[in-house]
């Protein structure tokens, strides 16, 4: 067998072994479904009818659910990069791990298979949320195309954060540290466009809104699903994509072949 | 691959490594034949666990050369890779997979084949008696059985070169026993084993050659009987019904350790046929009598204190 036949065979074979893990510890799965999901119906049916009022003289709780979902799908990928943050450093504190190292397999295949795994729970957890969303009233007005792209911007930044967060799971010592880790990704949606409108905020912090990673993101999810303006949006949101996965990735590689100290 | 059997399976020179400013190997030679148990004895902190993560490519050295199964793990460690099994002191088992989830993982990261792998994976739940349990997650398993999970789990992708780091420690006896048994027909199916143990007794009871290792550097390396011979330090005990003779003998003989509570005197001694007959010839012209006798020989207990000059921390620890 070829060199990249063995990375596709062992990588493959990784990723059967997270989702057994996932199966077998399925109450993280709950936990990273749940959370997105919690929020959605507390920002309709909580603050909804204010912040509908917000976006405009038609506005109420209906406009609002349409303007919530992409921050709430943004949501449910930050959730989701949990995942591979705690499970990669449950397996460093075992022994498992130093024997991948000692046997001739492809030697990132432990990393991308925590990646691929949690690449399919997180499309798995959009699903879910995305159907709830459905239930209580969002009409997107998406052609196929436009979801099969919705589905690939959500794809590339959930793989960007599971590289980052895998490397976050390899700096952190303890599996406690490496769940603290990804936590400001979550705040970041809250901090960009997915809840109110950057205009409604202040300069100083209006500046990172439209600035920071997820604000293009969530700007490129919100037109493809409801045909608002996307504008240079899309480029900047792959851009962001491709710069995360790549430092993230750099960086989990390098932290996964340092030599384990004593 | 080109195999002589002369070829040694290990070659060590020269094999340093320091973590910081803390030198933990100070230049090791070593060498293993193929198909021999090579034991590496010493107490905690010696360096025993960086040899084996040296040689099984967890780790890098900072000097010397290391060869195993004839490639160099610094330039060819998928080679040596795909010749070694390492079973480490803390369990290398998936806790979250079942016994044989984690068996059938080893076989697909061997590419054996999903039949094969089927196949190796029941024989060896079978052969280490955990067919049983093979369904059960690993972890509800007992030290005892993680431990030959372990091991079964190394031996899916045949190696030929085993690296054992402590395998035994912190069992009971009984399971240490079990891991004997394995061991010895692992290597009667000619396989090479390096071990590393502080226990003793393990390592008198497995290995063709003893190293031991102290703070970094080799102060010793022979077979057990060699080690053993280098040292004195044997004696015959006796022991007596009465207080009297006791006295008597211990007057006669002079140098001698007396135990008045357990009755008993220690007589130092070669061990040799001729020496106990003149000592019991001496005895009986006296017409003292001696209850019991037995011949005590160095083990490598007294091998180790007397190379190493200090009692050993650890041998509280030997059983």
Redo the contacts between chains.
């Keep these: ?1 070829s060199t990249l036949t ?1 990375a596709v ?2 990588s493959a ?1 990784m990723l ?2 997270q989702l ?2 996932m199966q ?2 399925a109450s993280m799965t709950v936990m990273l479904v749940g959370m997105p999901i919690t929020f959605l119906l507390l920002f309709v049916y909580v603050f909804g009818g204010t912040l509908g009022a917000g976006l405009g003289p038609s506005g109420g709780r209906a406009e609002y659910v349409e303007y919530v979902v992409p921050g709430i799908l943004l949501l449910a990928v930050t959730t989701g990069a949990f995942g591979p943050a705690i499970s990669v450093a449950m397996d460093m504190t ?3 791990v ?8 492809f030697r990132p295949s432990v990393l991308t298979g925590h990646v691929l795994g949690s690449l399919i729970q997180t499309m798995h957890s959009l699903t879910v949320v995305t159907g709830v969303a459905v239930l209580i009233g969002f009409r997107p007005n998406a052609t196929p195309v436009e979801w099969v792209a919705v589905a690939g911007v959500l794809a590339a930044i959930t793989f960007a954060l599971a590289w980052l967060c895998v490397a976050f799971g390899l700096v952190a010592k303890t599996v406690e540290a490496a769940s603290n880790l990804p936590q400001p990704l979550v705040f970041l949606p809250f901090l960009g466009s997915g809840f109110v409108p950057t205009d409604s905020m202040p300069t100083w912090l209006r500046w990172f809104a439209e600035h920071q990673p997820f604000t293009p993101i969530m700007e490129t999810v919100r037109g493809l699903l409801l045909g608002t303006a996307i504008g240079d949006s899309g480029v900047i949101a792959v851009a962001w994509c491709a710069a995360i996965a790549l430092v993230g990735y750099v960086w989990a590689k390098r932290l996964y072949n340092r ?4 | 691959m080109t195999t002589t059997p002369t070829r040694p399976a290990i070659s060590v020179t020269g094999l340093r490594k320091s ?1 910081g400013d803390k030198l933990v190997l100070d230049g090791i030679d070593l060498e293993v034949a193929q198909g021999t148990v090579f034991a590496l004895l010493g107490p905690n902190g010696a360096g025993k666990t960086t040899t084996v ?1 040296i040689l ?5 050295a900072d000097g010397g050369e290391v060869r195993v199964a004839g490639h160099d793990v610094a330039r060819d460690p ?2 040596v ?2 010749a ?1 099994g ?1 079973t ?10 079942t016994g044989e ?1 984690n068996l059938l ?1 080893m076989a ?4 054996v084949g999903r039949r094969e792998g089927r196949r190796r994976a029941a024989e060896l739940l079978e052969r280490f008696d955990l067919a049983e349990a093979g369904g059960k ?1 690993a972890s509800t398993y007992s030290g005892g059985m993680l431990r030959r999970l372990d091991l079964a ?1 190394t031996l899916v ?1 045949d190696p030929r070169i085993i690296f054992l780091d402590e395998p035994t420690a912190g069992l009971d006896p009984r399971s240490r026993r079990t891991m004997w048994e394995l061991i010895r027909e692992l290597v009667a199916g000619g396989v090479t084993i390096f071990l590393t143990t502080q226990y003793l007794e393990e390592a008198d009871e497995l290995a063709d050659r003893i190293a031991l290792l102290d703070h970094g550097r080799l102060i010793a390396e022979g077979s057990p009987d060699a080690l053993k011979r280098r040292i004195p330090g044997g004696h015959i005990s006796l022991r007596f019904a009465h207080t009297g003779d006791l006295e008597a003998a211990a007057d006669m003989i002079g140098e001698a350790l007396r135990d008045q509570e357990a009755l008993t005197l220690q007589v130092p001694s070669d061990g040799s046929v001729k020496s106990l007959r003149a000592l019991l010839d001496r005895l009986d012209g006296a017409a003292i009598e001696v209850e019991t006798l037995s011949i005590h020989t160095p083990d490598l207990d007294d091998v180790f204190l007397t190379l190493t000059g200090q009692p050993d921390k650890e041998r509280e620890l030997v059983r």
């Design positions: 067998m063995y065979a062992d074979t059967r072994r057994r893990h077998r510890y075992e022994g498992i130093a024997r991948f190292k000692t046997m001739a397999i030599d384990p100290v004593g | 973590f993560n099984s490519t967890l780790i890098g998928d080679a890779r795909a070694i390492v480490g002191q803390f369990s290398a088992v998936d806790k979250l997979l989830e993982l697909d990261l061997r590419h997650p789990m992708g």
